[in-house]
């Protein structure tokens, strides 16, 4: 008796007019494509007669058989998925953890001396100069002026004085000799000596109108004016000379004793935490090796391998 042939392809045929489709219950993890599976499916087996002759029995089986395939299918994507360095064949973390307890007991004793001794000097020597010049200028400007008045009983007789001026000029040296002693020594030696010159320009003016009378009454009457213009210049030019040369001596001998004795009680409980990974060619294959495997992987194609589980599991492979 001749039948039929059913294919996939025969089957999606079938479905064309339909609103469900053959491939719709079929179902994959995600990140897979469907497409890209049928359309493996149909280019390696799309002439190949069905096992079932039913399209509609057929679209239910492939969904069924999916479901039952589904975690290994999984399993297969999420190994394809993972991270790792080709050329290591060792990675491990290891993760501890370490506890302490108990008491700890500390006794210190014992004697600590410490002693110094030495000579310690100090010498300074050298030369120190010091010079001073400049100008010093001084002035004194203004008047003062003096009134009195008296009376006396004396015979009748007058007398007038009117004025009275005295001027002084010329120059005025100053020394002075600033003398001192060493601290081992009691005589005195000159230190240093500034000579001050002094120029003055006074001006000293008396003016009086003294009017006596012998007639019994003495009448005085006087005026006094004062006028001081000074102008005072000093130069200074003095050279200090000062030479050090000194020389300290010190001994220390000091002993020093310090006794300890101690003692510490200390109880921990403690709790420590590692974590650490190794990694990289522990030496048994070569990098060579391991490159060549993961081109091996990298050929393992998992739409293939969920293709061929179809093929094999819905047609009949007689060509």
Not at 170 to 192: C, E, I, L, W
Not at 271 to 283: A, K, L, P, W
Request: with cysteine; charged share 20%; aromatic share 8%.
């Amino acid at each position: 008796m001749a039948y039929a042939k059913i294919t996939f392809i025969g089957a999606m045929d079938y479905y064309s007019n339909r609103p469900d489709d053959l491939w719709d219950l079929l179902e994959l993890p995600e990140g897979l494509d469907k497409e890209i599976l049928i359309d493996d499916i149909i280019y390696r087996a799309g002439d190949f007669e069905l096992l079932h002759i039913d399209p509609p029995y057929t679209r239910l089986a492939l969904g069924a058989f999916s479901k039952k395939w589904q975690r290994t299918w999984q399993k297969w994507l999420d190994a394809l998925n993972i991270e790792y360095n080709p050329l290591h064949n060792y990675d491990r973390t290891e993760e501890w953890t370490d506890t302490h307890t108990g008491t700890q007991n500390i006794a210190q004793s014992g004697h600590e001396d410490i002693s110094n001794t030495g000579t310690q000097g100090v010498a300074n020597t050298g030369t120190q100069s010091l010079d001073n010049t400049g100008n010093q200028i001084n002035t004194n400007t203004g008047s003062q002026v003096t009134e009195s008045e008296s009376a006396l009983n004396y015979n009748s007789d007058t007398n007038d004085v009117t004025a009275q001026s005295k001027t002084e000029t010329g120059h005025k040296t100053t020394s002075t000799t600033n003398q001192v002693s060493a601290f081992n020594q009691d005589a005195f030696t000159n230190k240093d000596r500034s000579d001050t010159t002094e120029t003055p320009n006074l001006l000293d003016t008396t003016t009086g109108n003294n009017l006596q009378t012998k007639r019994g009454d003495d009448t005085t009457n006087v005026n006094e004016t004062v006028n001081n213009s000074v102008t005072d210049t000093r130069i200074d030019n003095l050279n200090q000379l000062r030479t050090d040369n000194l020389t300290q001596t010190r001994t220390d001998n000091l002993n020093q004793t310090k006794t300890d004795s101690n003692s510490h009680n200390r109880t921990d409980n403690l709790t420590d935490s590692h974590n650490g990974r190794m990694y990289g060619n522990i030496g048994v294959t070569t990098s060579q090796q391991m490159l060549q495997a993961e081109l091996d992987i990298d050929k393992w194609n998992i739409y293939e391998h969920i293709a061929d589980m179809i093929i094999s599991e819905f047609c009949i492979m007689i060509y």
